[in-house]
């Protein structure tokens, strides 16, 4: 069974990536760099490489700027990656909630 086949989306799937998106789905604001960084627990190497894949795939969206002289850098999930975090998210739920099969239970 392919992660697509129960809705596991497979550009989020990573725990880095579904760290990040899961910080981002609570709502359409803009979270700094620092905050991701230091929620996730990535280092900045981290975060800027697996924010560049959400990006490109379409779930999050990356603004840079500057705040005074220091720059900053903004991320926020699309309404695309909203969808895909929802179903990725629904889909470990079901996962979890699946009884175990017969076939593979080694105390039958």
């Not at 799937?13 to 609570?26: N, T």
């Not at 005074?68 to 309404?79: A, H, I, Q, Y």
Request: glycine content about 8%; hydrophobic content about 35%; some cysteine.
């Amino acid at each position: 069974m392919t992660d697509t086949s129960v809705g596991l989306d497979p550009v989020i799937h990573q725990l880095p990536k579904l760290s990040i998106c899961a910080l981002l789905a609570a709502g359409p604001q803009w979270v700094e760099f620092r905050t991701v960084r230091e929620t996730t627990g990535l280092s900045d190497s981290m975060v800027s490489k697996h924010s560049r894949a959400l990006e490109d795939a379409g779930h999050i969206e990356i603004r840079k700027g500057g705040i005074g002289r220091r720059p900053c850098t903004w991320f926020r999930m699309t309404p695309l990656g909203q969808a895909r975090y929802g179903r990725h998210v629904a889909a470990l739920q079901r996962l979890l909630q699946r009884e175990p099969d017969q076939d593979t239970n080694p105390d039958a």
